[in-house]
């Protein structure tokens, strides 16, 4: 049971992180109502499992100089990742656009603080 249950609360739990991101920051904007919920929380899911790890063990020493604050460019890079592979795979009528670089940096602090609070209630 736990097999299957996790996985699909993960998802669930990475759309509600989606959700609550394209709410609070207003200017990112998405198509696909649900299904880009479903299929952004699983690519979301596959990038933190396969790619946050490898960039956190290779971003070690500006963690530790930056007291954690490249966690950001992190979480940066994270967004950037789901909206490519958004683009890439095209998906029907599933899109995500952040406008410029400072849509990034503040969906990135809210998709960290989001995160956050998530890990905290779990």
Same mark, same amino acid.
């Given at each position: 049971?736990? @097999? %299957?249950?996790?996985?699909?609360?993960?998802?669930?739990?990475?759309?509600? /992180?989606?959700?609550?991101? =394209?709410? #609070?920051? +207003? =200017?990112?904007?998405? =198509?696909?109502?649900?299904?880009?919920?479903?299929? &952004?929380?699983? /690519? @979301?899911?596959?990038?933190? /499992? #396969?790619?946050?790890?490898? !960039?956190?063990? #290779?971003?070690?020493?500006? !963690?530790? %100089?930056? &007291?954690?604050?490249? !966690?950001?460019? %992190?979480?940066?890079?994270?967004?950037?990742? @789901?909206?490519?592979?958004?683009? /890439?795979?095209?998906?029907?009528?599933? =899109? #995500?656009?952040?406008?410029?670089? +400072?849509?990034?940096?503040?969906?990135?602090?809210?998709?960290?603080?989001?995160?956050?609070?998530?890990?905290?209630? %779990?």
């Amino acid at each position: 049971m736990n @097999l %299957i249950f996790k996985p699909v609360f993960r998802i669930l739990l990475n759309a509600g /992180v989606l959700y609550l991101l =394209t709410k #609070l920051v +207003t =200017t990112i904007s998405f =198509t696909g109502d649900w299904k880009f919920f479903v299929i &952004g929380g699983i /690519v @979301l899911g596959l990038i933190n /499992v #396969l790619i946050k790890p490898v !960039m956190k063990l #290779l971003s070690l020493p500006a !963690m530790f %100089i930056t &007291g954690g604050i490249f !966690m950001i460019v %992190i979480n940066m890079a994270v967004l950037w990742f @789901l909206q490519y592979f958004i683009a /890439v795979i095209k998906f029907q009528d599933v =899109t #995500l656009s952040f406008p410029n670089f +400072t849509t990034y940096a503040i969906g990135a602090v809210v998709f960290g603080l989001i995160n956050w609070a998530a890990g905290l209630i %779990i």
